[in-house]
């Protein structure tokens, strides 16, 4: 069981909006830690999506944004795209445990 | 450009031993920590343990320690993972990452960027 609960799935048409969720607790997330966020397309290595919580490497396209309150992250994809098909995986850095970075179980994104 | 580029994919016995490797290249090697992560078929992402190229020191996951060590050698920018003793259960991509890393209010924030292309070990009889 992953310490950073995720959606297993979110599905959505192209050109709509969706969201993937990222629930941590007071030893990550919640004790202020940044939450980032890697893309992982089908057969290939994962690529950093969103670092610090809400900003995005070079190359990033603008539709991918990210936010965190509380003990909560999430990812948002705007103007979903069918190359947006692809496992989303949230990770951030935890105090409690000599685990220190832990991550989501993920989520798979599907294009309608 | 930063590019981290990882050994071949590996097929091997129960109880055989394996190094596989992971090279930096366009940064300061020794200035960033390197990561491996684990991914089993079909599952998530795992982490393994990191180690400071500087001066060798490693940090395991609980999971991890005791089964694999992790090595550097600076002078080629090389990182690598080892196992003894490998098990059908550790069959799974491998994949090194750079640490990144700023400093925020509750401490230092860290994530992994880049990563390499995963290293496929395959463990059978």
């Known amino acids: 069981q992953s310490v950073l609960a995720q959606p297993p799935s979110v599905s959505g048409a192209p050109g709509q909006r969706v969201t993937i969720s990222c629930t941590g607790s007071?030893?990550?997330?919640?004790?202020?830690?940044?939450v980032h966020w890697y893309q992982q397309l089908p057969g290939t290595a994962p690529k950093l999506l969103i670092y610090?919580?809400?900003n995005r490497p070079p190359g990033v396209p603008e539709r991918f944004s990210g936010s965190k309150s509380g003990t909560s992250a999430s990812l948002a994809i705007t103007g979903l795209q069918a190359e947006d098909e692809a496992d989303y995986y949230c990770?951030?850095?935890?105090?409690?445990?000599?685990?220190?970075?832990?991550f989501g179980a993920g989520t798979k994104v599907t294009v309608l | 450009e930063v590019q981290l580029v990882q050994s071949g994919a590996e097929v091997k016995k129960p109880g055989e031993s394996l190094r596989i490797s992971c090279k930096g290249s366009?940064?300061?090697?020794?200035?960033?920590?390197i990561t491996w992560v684990r991914q089993m078929p079909g599952k998530g992402l795992e982490w393994m343990g990191r180690?400071?190229?500087?001066?060798?020191?490693?940090n395991y996951s609980p999971s991890f320690q005791g089964h694999v060590t992790i090595s550097v050698d600076k002078s080629i920018s090389t990182a690598y993972v080892q196992w003894s003793s490998l098990k059908a259960s550790d069959t799974a991509m491998y994949y090194c990452?750079?640490?990144?890393?700023?400093?925020?209010?509750?401490?230092?924030?860290?994530?992994?960027?880049?990563w390499g292309q995963g290293t496929l070990v395959t463990v059978s009889s």
């Open positions: 990452a750079r640490l990144s890393f700023d400093y925020g209010v509750s401490g230092t924030n860290w994530w992994f960027d880049p």
């Open positions: 366009g940064y300061s090697f020794a200035s960033y920590w």
């Open positions: 180690i400071d190229p500087s001066d060798s020191y490693t």
């Open positions: 007071s030893s990550n997330i919640g004790a202020g830690y940044d």
């Open positions: 610090g919580n809400n």
């Open positions: 990770q951030s850095y935890d105090s409690s445990l000599s685990v220190l970075y832990v």
